[in-house]
């Protein structure tokens, strides 16, 4: 098979047709939907109950598991797709109609392989309306770590190869339910693993209120070390400078001290504690200055 469109859900039963029906317009049929089901409580059983036995073109493979968050079902998902794509396709969103035929193009179009874990499109809050920024022409050949140099930010539509995806396993952490997915792309893109970035719309997205977007700086601080894991590698992959380490471990600690004390923060750091007191201070006084100019 070619592609897995993979989609972790959670309570999310009152929204996800919109991405089932997306799939059933899909232009391009050789594909599977794999759906890991993170403990919902709500009627998405039911809805995959029915959705299974309708005559669909595509398979549909539905999990329930326990709740563990996101990059838990990920982890889960890659070792059980049978796509040799891998396309994260979240339960709020949808596919514009031709956007799996267009991912099996632009993977035809890659003439060393070797060097790339996938491709990518950009995401739009409608077709014209894109999220972030974009470049000009047909594509970029760019790390993750380099997009920025390319003028490709914000989140984009990443399809990887499963067999390289499932060497870049999540941290999974005792007692946290979160950790960035850029901590496993940026670790791929770290290895030189390049992406070739593609400039049109393939899916669309919404920030719903009850989404990971919008609560963002409330999941950093519900799971610390998850967030700690990210920034120290932000810092060693980036090679910051002093004063950009600095500045790190202060948004660090703004991001966790509503549940983290000075201390324990610092240990997830795993940094002296008079070092984050030092960031921290630094960064308080010239807030101060910037304030009273």
Not at 43 to 59: G, H, I, Q, R, V
Not at 113 to 132: M, P, Q, V, W, Y
Request: aromatic share 14%.
């Amino acid at each position: 098979m070619k592609i897995t469109v993979f989609t972790p859900t959670f309570n999310r039963g009152y929204i996800i047709e919109k991405l089932y029906r997306s799939l059933q317009q899909q232009t391009y049929q050789d594909f599977e939907w794999l759906v890991i089901d993170d403990g919902s409580t709500d009627n998405t059983e039911e809805l995959f109950k029915a959705w299974s036995s309708e005559n669909n073109f595509f398979p549909i493979r539905y999990y329930k598991i326990k709740n563990g968050g996101k990059h838990r079902a990920i982890n889960k998902a890659t070792d059980i797709a049978n796509g040799e794509l891998f396309f994260i396709v979240d339960s709020d969103d949808y596919l514009v109609k031709d956007a799996l035929e267009s991912i099996n193009n632009w993977e035809k179009s890659l003439q060393t392989k070797e060097s790339f874990c996938g491709l990518s499109g950009n995401r739009g809050r409608t077709h014209t309306d894109i999220i972030g920024e974009t470049f000009q022409g047909e594509y970029k050949d760019a790390t993750s770590l380099e997009r920025n140099q390319h003028n490709i930010t914000g989140d984009k539509a990443e399809v990887f190869y499963t067999n390289i995806l499932r060497m870049y396993k999540f941290d999974e952490i005792e007692n946290e339910k979160f950790i960035t997915e850029a901590t496993v792309w940026d670790r791929m893109a770290y290895d030189g693993y390049k992406i070739r970035w593609f400039n049109k719309t393939i899916y669309i997205c919404d920030y719903l209120e009850d989404g990971l977007t919008k609560n963002i700086a409330e999941v950093f601080s519900k799971n610390p070390m998850g967030t700690a894991v990210y920034i120290n590698q932000q810092i060693r992959f980036n090679n910051y400078s002093l004063k950009s380490r600095l500045s790190n471990y202060n948004l660090y600690y703004n991001f966790v001290k509503r549940s983290t004390g000075l201390s324990q923060a610092a240990k997830y750091l795993d940094i002296k504690p008079l070092t984050l007191l030092t960031a921290i201070f630094l960064f308080k006084c010239k807030n101060l200055l910037m304030n009273n100019k």
